[in-house]
Structures are given as C-alpha cells and as structure tokens.
Nanobody
Framework: QVQLVESGGGSVQAGGSLRLSCAAS????????MGWFRQAPGKEREGVAI????????YYADSVKGRFTISQDNTKNTLYLQMNSLKPEDTAMYYC????????????????????WGQGTQVTVSS
C-alpha cells in the first residue's frame, strides 16, 4: 500500500522560509515523478514543483521560480520542498504526489496524471 505523508507546514510571516517533507512508503520513487501541488480556498489544485526522481531539471510554477526548490533523498524515499521568501499568496494546503513518468524521464504537471497523494500540510503566510 502506497503512503505519502507530508510534514513541515506551519504559519510564517512574509519573507520567511519553510521546508516541507514527504515520506513515501510502499512506493519506489526512483525512476518516477514526484511533486508538490497546492490548493488555496476556492481555487483549483495547481502544480508547484515537480521532478523526475531519476534526475534532470525540475518543473516550477512561474509564481515560485527562484523561491522554491524541490529535492529528494532516495535513500530515505523522501521528497522535500524548500520554500524561501514566502508571500501571503503562497498560503494553501500543500500536497505531495507521485506518479509515472512518460517518455522515460518526463513528468506531467497536471493533477490527473498523479496516482498517489498525501493528506496535505497547511502553509499559512501572514503579511
């Protein structure tokens, strides 16, 4: 049974930093895609940072480029999202997701292509 468990959310002031973690069990992350999505109240879930776990460049939403960094520790089967220079508009529930790659090493960026999801961790940024 695949489980993705997020942690690291919380409340910070604008300009602050948080690091989210996603521990995967029952799932071989290496050679697949894992990523972070977020959903704010009244908005659709959107891809924030997505990476092919076998290496290569990651996808970042324009709104987080230069501020967020996705990384992984394959020995721990854990995905991370380092979030710096946080803004109030980053406030959302953040979800970890995992799914298959295509073409050997490319990742989709839409929610419907990710099979497994965590329960989410709340990030609140105050101005």
């Amino acid at each position: 049974q695949v489980q993705l468990v997020e942690s690291g959310g919380g409340s910070v002031q604008a300009g602050g930093s948080l690091r989210l973690s996603c521990a995967a069990s029952g799932y071989t992350a290496n050679g697949n895609c894992m990523g972070w999505f977020r959903q704010a109240p009244g908005k659709e879930r959107e891809g924030v940072a997505i990476a092919y776990t076998g290496g290569g460049s990651a996808y970042y939403a324009d709104s987080v480029k230069g501020r967020f960094t996705i990384s992984q520790d394959n020995t721990k089967n854990t995905l991370y999202l380092q979030m710096n220079s946080l803004k109030p508009e980053d406030t959302a529930m953040y979800y970890c997701a995992a799914g298959p790659a295509w073409g050997g090493r490319y990742c989709y960026t839409t929610t419907n292509r990710f099979r497994y999801w965590g329960q989410g961790t709340q990030v609140t940024v105050s101005s």
